[in-house]
């Protein structure tokens, strides 16, 4: 039902009870949501199949590269992949989790395992640090063509998705419509460091050089770190470490691990996480992020 998630729970229970893990009848309770579980991997199923169909995908498709296949393991698959994370933000249980297409082709799980570019998911966190910092949702930056010279000489021209340029343009509008532009300068103007401190500070802890570009999200990040930074928003402030395992017993029900009380930080006012998932709820409902209504 849910092998990513499994082999999670067994790696953290191997690192604490060694080969005893294999020979003692533990009784392991876990966060997993059979329903969700199922909702979830039902999901994902579709959307590949969705994306396969569609007339611009030009990949190799995943039943015609597993009919070719003499199932050796690799991280690499040449295949369309995928991975959701469903986490309650209040505690950090993990949910539901799909940490690729196929666990029997790969057991790289890229829920926990992978660093991928999260591209204008991290664009929050710009504008987390610019509304901690003071900065009203009104302010201004101007949607234009923009460059800046590389450390190697060469020249950054980033574009956005959308060719033409919208020219004055507030924070609220910026996030609605994901204009890449505007979200570099506005990070520029608060400061590339603030940036990487308030996204380390929400869980962020992959590495993050203070270059403009990672504030349109091309530094890798961990998807799990990701789901935890995320968190903040929905608690108005309060970080959850992600976890799998409630309890663990022996055959003969003797607690060995006892469940523990949710591990959570504070690390934002709520101030500054309100205005911010006002501002992603905006985006929600009438910008880039309306098809997730569906």
Do not use: C
Request: a neutral charge.
């Amino acid at each position: 039902l849910a092998p990513y998630f499994v082999e999670w729970v067994r790696n953290q229970l191997d690192q604490r009870f060694g080969s005893a893990l294999y020979r003692s009848g533990l009784r392991v309770y876990t966060t997993l949501d059979v329903d969700l579980q199922r909702a979830a991997q039902e999901a994902m199923d579709s959307g590949f199949v969705r994306i396969e169909r569609g007339p611009g995908f030009r990949h190799p498709k995943y039943a015609d590269v597993i009919a070719k296949k003499d199932r050796k393991q690799d991280n690499q698959t040449a295949y369309l992949q995928g991975l959701l994370i469903a986490l309650d933000p209040q505690t950090g249980e993990v949910r539901a989790m799909v940490g690729g297409r196929d666990f029997k082709d790969s057991k790289f799980n890229r829920a926990t395992q992978a660093l991928r570019q999260p591209g204008s998911v991290f664009k929050p966190f710009v504008m987390t640090a610019a509304i901690a910092g003071g900065v009203p949702v009104s302010h201004l930056q101007v949607d234009s063509q923009f460059s800046m010279p590389n450390v190697d000489g060469t020249l950054w021209e980033p574009q956005n998705y959308d060719p033409d340029y919208r020219g004055p343009i507030n924070m609220r509008e910026t996030l609605k419509h994901s204009v890449n532009i505007p979200t570099i300068k506005l990070a520029l103007e608060v400061g590339m460091e603030n940036v990487v401190q308030y996204a380390r500070r929400m869980g962020i802890r992959t590495a993050l050089p203070a270059f403009p570009a990672v504030s349109i999200g091309a530094a890798d990040v961990n998807p799990m770190q990701v789901a935890e930074a995320y968190s903040v928003f929905a608690t108005t402030g309060y970080r959850p470490t992600a976890r799998a395992i409630l309890k663990v017993e022996d055959g003969e029900g003797r607690v060995l691990v006892p469940e523990a009380k949710p591990q959570v930080e504070q690390v934002l006012d709520s101030a500054t996480t309100s205005i911010v998932r006002d501002l992603m709820r905006d985006a929600l409902d009438h910008g880039t992020g309306y098809p997730a209504r569906d």
